[in-house]
């Protein structure tokens, strides 16, 4: 009876504090600012970043078997870590390995979350589901509470973006167990945005959607925007010309990659604005764009960071890089009383900078915004690459298509080999686009060439690396 009284001790100290720092807004603050927030200074993010830490630290070990035991294993009291300086120096990354295997060891909710049972039955709102691409699925049950968090979150993020009252949206989402659309489509609601759902069609009916509906908004994939574009090109219809603005993007990388940007913009003819975050630590938006994003050299994002902690590691040692060097994202997760984090390993490769922006915001930038994650990481003899290299070189090659794929196998000598599939309407281009990949990459690989529109498109994550290799 003392374990189960402490855990709801602390678990109403948490929802306290998140209480104390929630809103509940139709409407923004300001012209520029959906939350007062928005223009926190540095010093009041890391207060309030602080007091958070405090009481999260207990609650999680006393809510989370999963917590508990890592903190029982390192030898760390949960009051041993009571700010963001004492969670650096104490506590070590918590990777999706550790939670996959907690996963397995628990089906089919593990023990990492902190909604129960008992919190599902009595405030549950939805489940969630990582896509299990990398390894067992991560679930996760959030609370009516975490409801009204995740709101207010992404109302900042997609107020930040551009998007108003009358901007209709067309959100093209399966609408499954997966994060993105479910959190956009939360946040229009709050913001008085109206929608219109575009879930269980084809990209022919959803074309003809925008023509005869015109909305100003479109959700979607990055993948998804170019391969809608070229289905209305197919029909005679120049997507430049419709109704469109702005391209609410999440899912994959896309702003931090060269020509992609650009091309989905001039396709377009509109503003393409990020959504970014993961289910396990950052299930509403975590980065997210502001009127500045595109006006330097190299765009960014900012990063909802009075709401949450994000750092960079090394992606070898895991040790804390310093500010504007390349590094991985970890997230801690302040704002949820189901899916608390310290310090989860997201993965994405960025460079953090804390200088002001000229929209007025304090909060962390994200430069170069983000460039995929290390589980993407292309071993091949012994070089290494990530897919967004590859995706540079095709973004870069005249009249190449929108879709790629790269295929790893092993041939009969045991040799590990690379095919690249690019969509061009020149075979003889092969030649060329292998040489532009060996010179990025470092690596030889086969090219083959085929018809536009030949290669799978999908609604959400492209799968582009097809990995056929022998173990051994």
């Given amino acids: 009876m003392a374990s189960k009284t402490r855990a709801e001790s602390t678990r109403t100290a948490w929802r306290e504090v998140l209480e104390k720092y929630r809103e509940d807004r139709s409407a923004p603050d300001s012209p520029a600012y959906w939350s007062p927030m928005d223009t926190w200074s540095r010093e009041r993010i890391r207060e309030v970043q602080d007091e958070k830490i405090g009481a999260v630290a207990p609650f999680l070990y006393e809510n989370s078997a999963f917590y508990r035991a890592r903190f029982d294993r390192l030898g760390v009291a949960p009051t041993d870590i009571r700010s963001v300086e004492t969670m650096l120096a104490n506590w070590p990354v918590v990777t999706k390995q550790e939670m996959m295997a907690d996963a397995a060891a628990h089906p089919p909710y593990g023990t990492y979350s902190t909604c129960g ?75 008085g945005i109206p929608v219109i759902p575009g879930g269980g ?77 993961c289910t396990e630590a950052s299930p509403h938006c975590g980065g997210y764009s502001c009127p500045e994003y595109q006006a330097g050299d190299e765009p960014f994002i900012h990063f909802l960071d009075d709401i949450q902690v994000w750092e960079t590691v090394d992606p070898d040692t895991l040790d804390p890089v310093a500010a504007g060097e390349r590094g991985i994202s970890v997230c801690t997760n302040l704002h949820s009383e189901s899916a608390a984090q310290l310090r989860f390993l997201v993965g994405d490769y960025t460079r953090l900078s804390d200088e002001p922006c000229a929209c007025g915001r304090n909060h962390l930038k994200g430069l170069g915004c983000m460039t995929g994650r290390a589980d993407d990481l292309i071993n091949l003899r012994g070089i290494k690459f990530f897919p967004v290299q590859i995706e540079e070189v095709v973004r870069s090659f005249p009249g190449a298509g929108d879709e790629f794929q790269i295929r790893l196998s092993t041939q009969p000598d045991g040799l590990d080999v690379m095919t690249v599939v690019v969509e061009h309407d020149d075979p003889s281009a092969a030649e060329a686009i292998a040489r532009d990949v060996r010179s990025r990459c470092e690596v030889r690989a086969t090219v083959q060439v085929v018809a536009p529109d030949t290669l799978p498109k999908t609604e959400m994550k492209a799968k582009r690396v097809v990995d056929e290799r022998r173990a051994g």
């Fill in 201 to 277: 069609m084809d990209a022919k009916a959803r074309a003809a959607i925008i023509q005869r509906f015109e909305p100003k908004v479109l959700v979607c994939t990055p993948s998804y925007a170019l391969y809608l574009a070229r289905t209305m090109q197919a029909q005679g219809v120049d997507p430049a010309t419709t109704s469109v603005r702005w391209i609410i993007q999440g899912g994959e990388p896309f702003s931090g990659v060269p020509g992609t940007l650009a091309r989905i913009q001039e396709l377009w003819d509109a503003t393409a604005v990020e959504f970014y975050g």
């Fill in 117 to 191: 049972p008992a919190e599902w039955d009595d405030r549950g709102w939805m489940l969630f589901s990582s896509s299990g691409s990398t390894g067992v699925p991560r679930v996760f049950r959030y609370t009516q509470f975490d409801l009204t968090l995740w709101e207010q979150a992404n109302a900042r993020a997609l107020y930040s973006g551009g998007l108003r009252t009358g901007d209709a949206a067309f959100v093209m989402g399966g609408f499954g167990p997966h994060v993105f659309a479910w959190g956009v489509q939360y946040a229009l609601r709050k913001m």
